[in-house]
């Protein structure tokens, strides 16, 4: 695995830029934007190649992976310029791998996340007839050791009744109601900085593996369990 780490530089630019979030102190400290952003480029390549060991990514370079630190704020009140925090994200490859995986680094709320943020329509039923018809594959996941202590449980947005063809007293109401599948490990500042992140997010993103791969063969079958792709 390639030596590559953060370093207090990483903190110390974000830091500044969140004091001074305007276009004039930005364009007098582009040299130092440009320099943690190289850092940043080095370490989503080295957490690329890393990830193509044990799935197969979509994103050509660990570049392409990074978000614009520019803020579209067209639609939004806070009208900075600036995001404060750095992130990227990887798309697992082919149609035959459902999911993705997202990194975000910020002092005091760093944080890896993959699955599944905006399902489309006939995917979120695809998945909640799949959890209806039997949850406990699901189940097993979720509580199994290896998923508990390092994501504690399923995250992400819910409706407040029983989606539509589904009944409120459903073994499974409490799974069928979620409309995101998130799965989420927070690092302290400390983590962080620490020689081994890198590999800590890569171990992190392998073990959403088993969660991953059931989501994708529900979603690439059809209630019958025949390939759909």
């Known amino acids: 695995m390639a030596k590559i780490k953060l370093n207090t530089g990483t ?24 320099k943690e952003l190289a850092q940043m480029e080095a370490f989503a390549d080295a957490l690329l190649a890393e990830m193509n060991k044990h799935d197969v ?9 990074l978000f614009r630190i520019y803020r579209d704020t067209r639609f939004s009140k806070d009208k900075t310029p600036y995001k404060t925090h750095w992130s990227g994200s990887f798309k ?9 995986y997202y990194f975000h680094i910020e002092q ?20 909640r007839e799949e959890i209806a ?14 998923f508990t202590d390092t994501f504690g449980a399923l995250e992400g947005d819910q ?17 069928i109601k979620f409309k995101q599948f998130i799965l989420m490990r927070k690092f ?11 590999k800590q997010v890569n171990d992190t993103f392998k073990k959403m593996r088993p969660f991953l791969d059931y989501m994708t063969e529900v979603l690439t079958t059809d209630e019958n369990g025949v390939s759909v792709v």
């Open 11 to 34: 903190f110390d630019f974000l830091k500044q830029l969140k004091k001074n979030n305007n276009r004039e102190w930005f364009a007098d400290n582009k040299d130092k934007y440009l």
């Open 57 to 65: 990514i979509e994103t050509e370079s660990g570049k392409k992976s």
């Open 92 to 100: 697992r490859a082919t149609k035959k791998r459902r999911g993705g």
């Open 108 to 127: 005091g709320n760093t944080f890896v996340a993959g699955g599944f943020w905006g399902p489309e329509p006939k995917d979120l039923k695809r998945i």
């Open 133 to 146: 018809y039997d949850a406990t594959p699901l189940r097993k996941i979720l509580k199994s050791k290896s």
């Open 159 to 175: 409706v407040q009744n029983a989606p539509k063809g589904f009944s409120a007293d459903h073994p499974a109401i409490d799974l």
């Open 188 to 198: 302290s500042d400390k983590e962080a900085m620490a020689d081994d992140f890198l």
